[in-house]
């Protein structure tokens, strides 16, 4: 709330006009205190009349310097307005309406001369002029309202005022993004478009048609479909068209954060659509490294109490929370989908779900995100002793399927990575490495299978001991991935969105001291 003990002149939009001295007014944005430039009206003028329509403002001084004018904020000029009787002089958009001889007439201070003309016969009842449309409404005979156009024409479509949050929730509160503007005239249509931030995507449109100068709209995190989008940064943009077709359409932009929608892959922290790297450390602590989203991690969530026996396994959201839950296999074989929540560490007094035993037969457990395009996180696993591979769906009950074999004898390879969406068509993908370190890569269809493979690169990696999709940890909305060298140092592979990756860049190092990377 704004308050002044200042003498409050006229205000327009969200720009209050106080009086400085008695020849001079300030602008004063009320939602920030900040104070314009002083306007000064005339040396000797005792301030009598103050009118503000748009970029224009109408005073009246009188004492030792009478005088009327119009003073444009956009040029900076005054223009003195020197016969008539303007003491009830009525203030449009971008001209001056007074009763002169028992007509209405309109002067036009558009330009740098005033030119007047008849509009009407006065009828000496209550008038005005509608800012907005350039309409004089008077009231004559018999108390009807009649209404004049003043023949000038307003100015283009603007915004006067706007209320757009910078974020939501779309599980909190109203669970709604709800963003406002105010307009000087009407519109006949308007539109709001809603992308993702990284890819450029549109999520969903927004319209309506006419409006009497205020554009009010809601977006519940949601695509057209009906399903929510996912976490991260939105970009939106609001076209206006004038309803008078006088001008450009409105254009006005901006940025949205979404929070409370669907959990991206690999996020679990700070709702962001970043992705983290899972490690643990030789004293049984499980850390999430956090993006920056420049392509580094620069902070730390963790829990600590974990056997150093354990193996964790970054997933989706198995529960429906909206928060990536993470699977843990302990030394008996037993596994578990733990559920801490959004930003939360993982201990292990974290609430999960039982998902059996028997699981120490698996040597790969690794989770490439949604496979079979339900929207629930899924898992691939190789059998050790076969090395077939196995597909293990996520359900709504919140725990795995039965296992679907995908794969027989895969044991020619010495790493299976789940990738993430590495080409952009919002299935989960996977990357494998052959004992002669090629590079290959899975493409999901969608439907619970893959793709044949296709060779991304040769003589890659000899030197990684661990290879994680970490999903986007650039900004680009692009799944990357990150690898650890024998000697400790910490490498970052942009993923391009094409399903292949740039070169490697050194991230970190020192980080030969964790046990395992996931």
């Not at 940890?473 to 990756?501: E, H, P, Q, Y």
Request: charged residues 20%.
């Amino acid at each position: 709330m704004f308050t002044t003990a200042e003498s409050v002149e006229a205000m327009w939009g969200t720009t209050l006009w106080v009086r400085s001295r008695n020849d001079s007014v300030v602008p004063v944005d009320v939602l920030t205190g900040r104070r314009g430039d002083e306007v000064l009206l005339g040396r000797g003028c005792l301030l009598d009349n103050f009118q503000a329509v748009g970029r224009w403002l109408l005073w009246t001084c009188v004492g030792s310097l009478t005088g009327q004018g119009v003073y444009d904020t956009t040029t900076r000029k005054n223009l003195t307005l020197v016969s008539g009787d303007w003491s009830q002089a009525k203030l449009g958009d971008g001209f001056v309406a007074m009763e002169s001889g028992g007509n209405l007439t309109v002067t036009d201070v558009r330009g740098g001369t005033p030119v007047s003309h008849t509009a009407g016969k006065f009828e000496w009842g209550p008038w005005d002029v509608d800012p907005y449309t350039g309409v004089i409404a008077q009231q004559g005979a018999g108390n009807g309202i009649r209404l004049i156009p003043s023949d000038v024409p307003v100015s283009s479509l603007v915004q006067l005022d706007a209320t757009v949050a910078a974020s939501v929730d779309a599980k909190g509160g109203t669970g709604q993004w709800s963003p406002k503007w105010w307009l000087n005239k009407p519109s006949a249509s308007w539109q709001l478009v809603i992308k993702h931030k990284a890819t450029g995507k549109a999520v969903r449109t927004l319209s309506g048609g006419l409006t009497r100068g205020l554009v009010a709209t809601a977006w519940n995190g949601k695509d057209g479909s009906g399903r929510l989008v996912p976490d991260g940064a939105y970009t939106w943009t609001l076209t206006a068209t004038p309803a008078d077709g006088k001008g450009a359409a409105l254009i006005r932009s901006g940025t949205v954060k979404l929070s409370g929608g669907a959990a991206v892959h690999r996020d679990f922290v700070g709702s962001d659509g970043f992705g983290e790297l899972l490690t643990l450390n030789g004293s049984g602590v499980l850390t999430y490294q956090q993006s920056n989203g420049a392509g580094k991690f620069t902070a730390k969530t963790s829990g600590s109490g974990w056997p150093k026996t354990v193996k964790a396994i970054p997933f989706g959201d198995l529960n429906g929370d909206r928060c990536n839950d993470v699977l843990v296999r302990l030394s008996s074989g037993a596994l578990r989908a733990y559920k801490p929540g959004c930003g939360k560490a993982l201990t292990p007094s974290t609430p999960y779900t039982s998902l059996g035993s028997g699981w120490n037969q698996y040597d790969i457990l690794t989770s490439p995100g949604d496979v079979t395009g339900d929207g629930r996180p899924d898992l691939i696993a190789r059998k050790a002793s076969t090395g077939d591979v196995y597909l293990f769906k996520g359900t709504s009950t919140g725990k795995l399927s039965a296992r679907t074999k995908l794969y027989s004898r895969w044991t020619g390879y010495k790493k299976i990575v789940g990738a993430g969406d590495l080409n952009g068509d919002g299935h989960g993908d996977l990357l494998v490495q052959d004992k002669s370190n090629q590079l290959w890569r899975y493409n999901g269809t969608g439907k619970g299978t893959f793709k044949a493979r296709v060779k991304v690169s040769k003589n890659w990696g000899a030197s990684y001991n661990a290879v994680v999709g970490v999903g986007d940890i650039t900004g680009d909305g692009k799944a990357d991935l990150v690898a650890r060298d024998t000697s400790g140092n910490l490498w970052r592979c942009n993923g391009d969105g094409k399903a292949s990756f740039g070169s490697r860049t050194k991230i970190a190092t020192g980080w030969k001291g964790y046990k395992a990377l996931s």
